[in-house]
């Protein structure tokens, strides 16, 4: 196995410190595997569509006015 150093922020490492009897690199290594389950199913998604990153950016800008316009009402 390999290490990976992880920065955060002092504020965040100081609530960790608050909590010593959590193994925080676990905890780590478990998002990280979770994230790259999610990145693998979306690449798969993906795989399969006849969007293009174009089509996708177009899509994305979309979402996101209607998302905005919803919530600044």
């Known amino acids: 196995m390999v ?5 955060v ?4 490492k100081k609530k960790m ?3 010593p009897e ?3 690199s676990e905890i780590a ?3 990280v595997i979770h994230r790259l389950k999610l990145l693998e199913k979306f690449k798969e998604f993906a795989r399969h569509s006849e ?3 174009e089509d996708a950016l177009i899509i994305g800008k ?3 006015r209607g998302i905005a316009k919803r919530y600044s009402s």
């Open 17 to 19: 410190e608050q909590f």
């Open 29 to 31: 290594r478990a998002a």
């Open 51 to 53: 969007l293009t990153e």
């Open 9 to 12: 922020p002092d504020d965040i």
């Open 3 to 7: 290490n990976l150093t992880l920065s």
């Open 62 to 64: 979309k979402v996101n």
């Open 22 to 24: 959590i193994n925080w």
